[in-house]
């Protein structure tokens, strides 16, 4: 007998009769919000269903998943959906969801299962920068490697885009420009309020030169609160574009008479395809997914010669816009926060080094663990807490099985997902050195460890997201956290944990050490820089 295709396998479905009836019923508990009785009634419903039913069978999983999601249990989720696989292999929503789930717990999976969404679907803009965002993390890119990727998903998208008319880009002359006094600045942003990223953007957006600039701020944010009305009080043009599908958004731009558009999220959000379009002459990307996006229609990606070294530029489609200072200010979003006290070292208290990893859980790849475990192997005592709160049970026991396989039994592991009471900053506290993942590092979270006295040590590597860190630690001076390899980074690690005297002096000092570094000052002389870099391109783009 021929062997069905799949298709012809999933055209049979339950019409009626007591299954038909249970799977509705679980439909109805789902949407009052019922989730643990639709849970029971599909897996009643499973037992009872013949094998040959496999398009309900497959239904029901996936129901099963909308339902442990909704309970916001991502591991059984994540079993449920995966089920669904053995029966359909052509939805690529499953793909997209299973995609985001593992972007948590595996990096590989993670982007495998992106790559099928977009084998199916090219111009899903949601699992292209999810899969883009996801390769950051793992350790099996060079920036080469990076560049190709992201280039070919770009190119693969816009093929495929709206077939029967294409990505029409908008047209201007250099000539009729040239004689403009006035640059119009655009910022485009999804994170314009309370979000990490206006902490490095606040700075320039209140320093910038309203009297020399007009500037336009596109915010595709629904978002709004106190952040959002220091923003509004820059003077800036505000625009809520928040409704606009990105053609839309990028027929405004274009409209407003933008001469310089910077975008502020790259793929942490979707609104980097609006580019494509080129709906501005000069169009750049700044911080917000600190690598290159690919799109060639993307003129200039911000950075300094520490971040983008010149000899590593032909790895990034964007011309690295050097400013000429550190490619960034920070300023924490609320004018008057209060952060804790500073504490005595865990050290005195606990009589063992603690290390402490305070980054989301998805940036552990294999080789940070097992970098972090030749150093824990090489400081007898010491203990590694990692404390994220998002962390499942599945997590913290996939990160638990890989440690100790590399020789660091659970004794030596703490794992805290508990919210702290209070501010989250006291989860500093609980550490003596933070350890830096790589390739993609903190930035956000070493500034924030750095400023309740806790040294982040970090190793460096070739790609933009790989040297953040870094890049925060020599704007503070503290090039002794700072490794150029493997075995520097351990050897560091082994000195600092002996350096009790060294750690006390970082406990009560880094605090003041961050607030009066380039990284908090000299805020109008950085938008300075940045305005010079602009009135740069600008020339060139007018010769």
């Known amino acids: 007998m021929e062997k069905k295709s799949e298709y012809e396998r999933l055209q049979k479905r339950i019409t009626k009769g007591p299954i038909f009836e249970k799977i509705a019923l ?263 997914f600190v690598n290159t996006l690919g799109i060639p229609e993307i003129d200039y990606i911000f950075a300094d010669e520490f971040t983008i070294p010149k000899s590593s530029a032909k790895n990034y489609t964007e011309k690295p816009l050097y400013l000429g200072t550190f490619m960034q200010r920070f300023c924490f979003n609320n004018k008057n926060q209060q952060l804790p006290n500073l504490n005595e070292l865990p050290y005195h208290k606990n009589g063992y080094i603690t290390f402490g990893s305070f980054n989301c859980t998805s940036k552990l790849n294999d080789y940070t663990i097992e970098l972090w475990s030749k150093l824990l192997n090489k400081v007898p005592n010491s203990k590694l807490l990692v404390y994220r709160t998002q962390m499942t049970t599945s997590i913290i026991e996939r990160l638990k099985n890989k440690f100790e396989a590399l020789g660091i039994p659970s004794s030596r592991l703490i794992f805290n997902n508990i919210p702290c009471k209070g501010s989250h900053f006291q989860a500093y506290q609980l550490a003596d050195i933070g350890l830096d993942p790589t390739p993609f590092n903190g930035l956000t979270i070493t500034i924030e460890a750095i400023s309740m006295g806790l040294p982040i040590l970090t190793l460096t590597g070739e790609s933009m997201q790989s040297r953040g860190c870094a890049r925060v630690n020599k704007a503070l001076k503290l090039d002794n956290l700072i490794a150029e390899n493997e075995n520097e980074y351990i050897q560091r690690g082994i000195k600092l944990s002996k350096d009790i005297k060294k750690l006390d002096y970082y406990r009560k000092n880094l605090r003041n050490i961050l607030f009066k570094s380039e990284l908090m000052k000299d805020l109008d002389g950085f938008a300075t820089h940045v305005e010079n870099a602009y009135l740069k391109a600008w020339k060139e783009y007018c010769i």
């Open 26 to 288: 679980a439909d109805k508990l789902y949407s009052e919000a019922k989730y643990d009785n639709a849970i029971e009634i599909l897996n009643e419903a499973l037992k009872m269903t013949d094998k040959s039913f496999e398009f309900d069978i497959c239904e029901m999983h996936r129901k099963l998943g909308n339902c442990y999601y909704a309970q916001s249990n991502r591991d059984e989720a994540r079993k449920a959906y995966e089920k669904t696989l053995d029966y359909c292999t052509t939805n690529s929503s499953i793909y997209a969801m299973l995609a985001y789930l593992y972007y948590y717990v595996d990096n590989d999976i993670a982007i495998k299962y992106y790559s099928k969404v977009l084998e199916l679907k090219p111009t899903d803009e949601i699992s292209l920068s999810g899969k883009a965002l996801t390769m950051l993390k793992s350790h099996n890119y060079t920036q080469q490697q990076l560049k190709e990727a992201f280039e070919y998903d770009i190119e693969t998208f816009r093929s495929n885009y709206q077939p029967s008319e294409g990505i029409e880009t908008f047209q201007h002359s250099p000539e009729k420009l040239r004689e403009k006094k006035r640059l119009h600045i655009g910022y485009l942003s999804s994170d314009f309020c309370c979000h990490a990223m206006m902490q490095f953007i606040l700075p320039l957006l209140e320093y910038h030169h309203k009297d020399k600039f007009d500037f336009s701020l596109f915010s595709t944010t629904k978002k709004s609160d106190y952040v959002t009305e220091r923003i509004k009080q820059t003077g800036m043009i505000w625009n809520d574009c928040s409704k606009m599908t990105n053609e839309q958004l990028a027929k405004f731009i274009y409209c407003n008479n933008v001469d310089i558009l910077v975008d502020l999220g790259g793929f942490t959000h979707c609104r980097s395809f609006a580019l494509i379009y080129k709906p501005a002459p000069i169009q750049m990307q700044y911080l917000g």
